[in-house]
């Protein structure tokens, strides 16, 4: 079963290694642009859509598409066919296994062939809008809550990682879908195994695989607090909303705080 500690591994892994936030889970779970959330132990936590709050999030898809493709010092393939190891598979519907050794400091694989990305148009227009809504049920905008601006979305994806050092994966099935494999395009048709337990291991399917963020903030001259008291305005600012980018990439995995995961009890202010 993956645990919360793992997914936050997976999250730091993407964070540090390809400098964009974690869709968790990969492929399966949705994501568009304009879901808000906040971040728990670096992996972020859907809750909603900014449409609750009257605002219709405008997309755009990116201009093309792009390969991807990591992985972890170390990595070693070997091909077999028949018990007998081959340099390359050949174009034959046989049968074969796939080796993926990973020995280096982290154990991830990483490949598609095709990475297409959505984004989210008009992102200061949407901030200056967000921060003077409510839902339907009367909630404020919360600003510590960060807001999908980026989502991309892989096709037919090879993911295996392990949070040990020396995992071995193993993939097997016909040799033309384990040749494709190492072009980026999996199969749900392979067989996959791990030495390791805690593993993750996705191969084919379409989905989100990362997503950029951002939150709102108040902008003006506006003296605002982020504390349990309410900002305190001299005369009548008027709070102007704009986009921060979550494209700082500490070391340090982020957390949000709690209560932003809680109901709001803000509906009657």
Same mark, same amino acid.
């Given at each position: 079963?993956?645990?919360?500690?793992?997914?936050?591994?997976?999250?730091?892994?993407? !964070?540090?290694?390809?400098?964009?936030?974690?869709?968790?889970?990969?492929?399966?779970?949705?994501?568009?642009?304009?879901?808000?959330? =906040?971040?728990?132990?670096?992996?972020?936590?859907?809750?909603?859509?900014? !449409?609750?709050?009257?605002?219709?999030?405008?997309?755009?898809?990116?201009?093309?598409?792009?390969?991807?493709?990591?992985?972890? =010092?170390?990595?070693?393939?070997?091909?077999?066919?028949?018990?007998?190891?081959?340099?390359?598979?050949?174009?034959?519907?046989?049968?074969?296994?796939?080796?993926?050794?990973?020995?280096?400091?982290?154990?991830?694989?990483?490949?598609?062939?095709?990475?297409?990305?959505?984004?989210?148009?008009?992102?200061?227009?949407?901030?200056?809008?967000?921060?003077?809504?409510?839902?339907?049920?009367?909630?404020?905008?919360?600003?510590?809550?960060?807001?999908?601006?980026?989502?991309?979305?892989?096709?037919?994806?090879?993911?295996?990682?392990?949070?040990?050092?020396?995992?071995?994966?193993?993939?097997? %099935?016909?040799?033309?879908?384990?040749?494709?494999?190492?072009?980026?395009?999996?199969?749900?048709?392979?067989?996959?195994?791990?030495?390791?337990?805690?593993?993750?291991?996705?191969?084919?399917?379409?989905?989100?695989?990362?997503?950029?963020?951002? !939150?709102?903030?108040?902008?003006?001259?506006?003296?605002?607090?982020? %504390?349990?008291?309410?900002?305190?305005? %001299?005369?009548?600012?008027?709070?102007?909303?704009?986009?921060?980018?979550?494209?700082?990439?500490?070391?340090?995995?982020?957390?949000?705080?709690?209560?932003?995961?809680?109901?709001?009890?803000?509906?009657?202010?």
């Amino acid at each position: 079963m993956i645990t919360m500690d793992f997914a936050s591994y997976y999250a730091q892994l993407i !964070r540090s290694r390809l400098l964009h936030f974690a869709a968790w889970s990969p492929v399966t779970d949705p994501y568009e642009v304009g879901d808000y959330g =906040a971040l728990r132990g670096g992996v972020f936590h859907k809750l909603g859509n900014i !449409r609750e709050f009257g605002v219709e999030p405008r997309a755009r898809p990116g201009a093309s598409s792009v390969s991807l493709s990591f992985t972890s =010092a170390g990595a070693t393939m070997v091909r077999t066919m028949g018990g007998v190891r081959v340099d390359a598979f050949p174009a034959q519907a046989v049968e074969g296994t796939l080796e993926l050794a990973l020995e280096g400091e982290s154990s991830v694989f990483i490949r598609t062939g095709k990475l297409s990305m959505t984004e989210l148009l008009g992102v200061d227009a949407v901030a200056g809008q967000l921060v003077r809504r409510r839902d339907a049920g009367g909630r404020k905008w919360r600003l510590g809550w960060r807001v999908v601006r980026k989502v991309y979305v892989a096709v037919d994806p090879v993911i295996l990682v392990s949070t040990e050092r020396g995992a071995r994966f193993s993939l097997r %099935g016909r040799v033309d879908a384990l040749a494709a494999v190492e072009a980026g395009r999996g199969s749900a048709e392979l067989s996959v195994s791990c030495s390791k337990a805690d593993s993750l291991q996705i191969v084919g399917g379409t989905g989100p695989v990362a997503l950029d963020l951002f !939150r709102v903030r108040i902008g003006g001259h506006a003296q605002v607090s982020f %504390g349990a008291v309410e900002p305190q305005f %001299g005369g009548d600012a008027p709070e102007l909303g704009e986009p921060e980018l979550d494209d700082e990439w500490e070391d340090e995995i982020p957390e949000d705080e709690a209560e932003l995961f809680e109901p709001a009890a803000d509906a009657s202010s």
